[in-house]
């Protein structure tokens, strides 16, 4: 299993997409994914410049040691461009893996500890009648799970709202980064009405989440916790900054309102507070931001110790490949909770061909041999990288927040 080449493609098939290809000598295939939404042409280099001449000639059965070699190797550590190269490699290890062995990597990583992998669903609206009707079709199609996003009224974006089945949700779409104005206290009072008003309408035979997405202080995140508590929510995800742990401990004092964090974070280290003072309760890490399968799987560990679930970032400007290489770790681990799933639109679907299935709110990645996903090199080439940007925010006096 000796590494004959290791290259990146950076591909534009609806949203772009970093993919990492390391091919072996007797012509095996393995995929990983890079991306990183608004920087993705920094990972590719980091990948192409210093991380694949170093894979060649390496024994890819040697995953853990890789994943060191590259971390420790690096000298530098942690961080967005850096954790998101070696996802890359570590997941395009584990599908080769998977492909020697003959076996879906769920079965590697010690078998289904479940039958399938439940997901919920993006509903959204500019105002509660769309957001009714955007719930209505995912309950429809068998989702057990929704996320609810609607426009606070006054303000002329929210972070979350568009067509969700078509993977635009987010403005990730401007050549420079929109800006738009952000205003805590008209989101303050909508946010309740508006839970409050999805439970009237639908009742509590559902799970219903809901991201603020970094955008409180702690102090009004205990608030709004309380305000939420009789709408029953899964999980308030993101509702502060996540850099600073204490902050938690505040929040936490306060409300019995679950809370999800880190989309944002690349390594156990930055939930380790979180985990041992079990100051939140899902862990919303990325496969491919932080450490691939094998640091992930560290990461579910320590929070299995302390109670704390799984609760895996999924959005469409990760590829199928992370989707694929989360349902795996999802199906294998003790502590799931739940996984955040948006299907892919076309032509993504060109470019990738993944053998996950939705059923009942429920996916399944497959019995196909590693992650079960095939990368097309020439239909990518068919969709070149694009600049994009998430939007930024601002405050009406043109302060900068959080978006
Ligand atoms: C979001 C993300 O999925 C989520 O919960 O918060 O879509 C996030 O905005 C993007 O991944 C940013 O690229
Ligand atoms: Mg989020």
Redesign the pocket.
Known sequence: MKIVDARVVVSSPGRNYVTLVIETADGTIGVGDATL??RELAVASYLRDHVCPLLIGRDARRITDTWSYLYQGAYWRRGGVGMAAISAVDIALWDLKGKEAGLPVYQLLGGAARDGVMVYGHASGQNLDDLDASIQLFLDRGYRAVRAQAAVPGLDHT??IGPAHDGAY?P?NAELPEEEVWDTARYLEFAPRMLAHVREQFGFGFHLLH?T?HRLSPIEVARLGRDLEPMRLWWL??PTRGEDPTAFRLIRSHTTTPIAVG?VFNTIWDFQQLITERLIDYVRASVSHAGGITHLLRIFSLADLYGVRTGS???T??SPISLSAALHVDLAVPNFGIQ?YMPFPSPADEVFRWSYTFADGYLHPGDAPGLGVEFDEEAAARHPYRPRY?PVNRLADGSMHDW
């Open positions: 939404n608004g972070y979350g987010e990730a991201d997405h995800e993101d989309e970032h999924g959005p400007d990760l955040e998430l």
